[in-house]
């Protein structure tokens, strides 16, 4: 019945004509197959669009399920569908470094998007009524006029929805375009505090969200791989109160910036900057790195607190391992010191890295970073994640969710994520990760804890003793 459904004439014509890709990612074109998920959400989403009375919805899909390939492909159905008469489709986002991602996802797909250069090229082309596909930061929004376009066929795409289009900048854009169609792409929502992803995208949805695939979902199906966690030794580990005070303030924190700011006045910062400390861990990563991570073909990160902290690592690491093994990762800052200076690399050498570290055969081996590359970052092989920075809710999910993309290389096939914990975060996961009871229970799903792990493995081999000497009374 599966095979007969799938080969039903309409939807295999569909499905060959709609989804499937030819992208261009650092060679030869490739082929990209949509899945039933990403399949399912497009249908809604053009689906959504089509209403008269439901202006929003909420794609609420896992992180690494491919969220940016379903946003492109809705937008190339959207734009090619005659019943939409000449739309205009903006697709958002927060940040540069993901503009110029999405900006070459899209150019590789054979999508030709206007890119809004400023706050004036954009207010110019709404102004003008550009038709076609723009793509812009969401802060190009800022102080943006009202009714700046009343069209009802523009059809506004948030990528990252969870972050700053709860606030002002998200009311601007609604103001400017009061009748568009807006959607937001999430794989980490906000449920509670004034920035509520559902209460800006889930109102026209009795579910709250136009289409979910959850992490449980995205694991059964092979798209994401679980998450496996380690305390590192007790000796590194933040004081619980200390930590729980630092929680606390982090729970009003909605994107980089704002993690940037807060962590400043963390009081276990000192802790999280204290070379001696740094050296310890330093040597415990080489020395974990070098027996289970290398060994196996992988590659890992190190997540530190601050810039400062991430050079520290790097002079530490390099006393235990090959300096070329690491590179540090940050962003750069015209009133750096020296120290941190000679650690800035150049757009080439920023994207250079980032492609070297993709490739198994290639060095480095261990990127350090602080907050680039925490998101929207894709390295299969990137196995090991070394947490040493505080974080919470969605901030802690999209960064350690890094490691989560399957990988198979010469009969070798990544089994899980690893995250080795120097902070404590995960002693407490409900304080660290504030969910409602379904959400978190999903969230457990996805993360176990190496030792239980051992502990179940040993109490299955006790238990299988007695079954297996049963064997010993046959000959061979």
Known sequence: ??????????????????????????????????????????????????????LRGLIWHAQGSGKTYTMLVSAKLILEDPRFENPTVLMVVD?????????NNLSSAGLEPKRA?????????????????ILTTIHKFNEFP?????????????????????GDLGNHLIRALPNATIIGFTGTPRLGGERNTFLMFGRDDEGKYLHKYGMIDSIKDGTTLPLHYQHAPSEY???????????????????????????????????????????????????????????????????????????????ALDKYLPSNYSKVVISKYYND??????????????????????????????????????????????????????????????????????????ERRKPAGLIVDFVGLFRDLKKALEFDAEDFEEISYALEDIQKLREEFQKGMEESKEYIQKFDAYPP
């Open 1 to 54: 019945k599966l095979v007969e459904s799938f080969y039903d004439k309409k939807r295999i014509v569909k499905f060959l004509t709609d989804y499937i890709l030819f992208v261009e990612k650092d060679g030869p074109p490739q082929k990209v197959v949509l899945k039933p998920h990403q399949i399912e959400a497009v249908e809604r989403i053009v689906q959504r669009a089509g209403e008269e009375r439901k």
């Open 117 to 133: 250069e400023s706050k004036i090229d954009l207010l110019n082309l709404l102004r003008e009524d550009y038709r076609g596909l």
């Open 237 to 315: 580990l933040v004081d619980e109160e200390k930590l729980e005070e630092d929680l606390k303030k982090l729970k009003e924190c909605y994107d980089e910036e704002d993690l940037a700011r807060i962590t400043e006045k963390l009081s276990s910062k000192d802790i999280l900057e204290d070379p001696n400390r740094i050296e310890k861990i330093a040597q415990y990563i080489a020395e974990h790195f070098r027996k289970y991570v290398e060994p196996l073909g992988y590659k890992a990160f190190v997540v530190a607190v601050s810039r400062k902290a991430c050079v520290l690592y790097k002079k």
């Open 337 to 410: 010191p020296e120290e941190i200076k000679s650690y800035h690399l150049n757009e080439e050498e920023e994207r250079r890295v980032r492609e070297d570290f993709k490739d198994p055969e290639k060095l480095p081996k261990i990127l350090i970073v602080t907050d680039k590359l925490l998101t929207g970052y894709d390295a299969p092989v990137l196995y090991c994640m070394y947490l040493d920075k505080v974080m919470r809710d969605h901030m802690l999910l999209q960064a350690i969710a890094r490691v989560n993309r399957p990988y198979e290389k010469d």
């Open 146 to 166: 009202e009714n700046l376009n009343t069209r009802k066929n523009i059809f506004v795409f948030i990528d990252e929805a969870h972050r700053s289009t709860g």
């Open 95 to 103: 940040r540069n470094e993901l503009e110029q991602q999405l900006f």
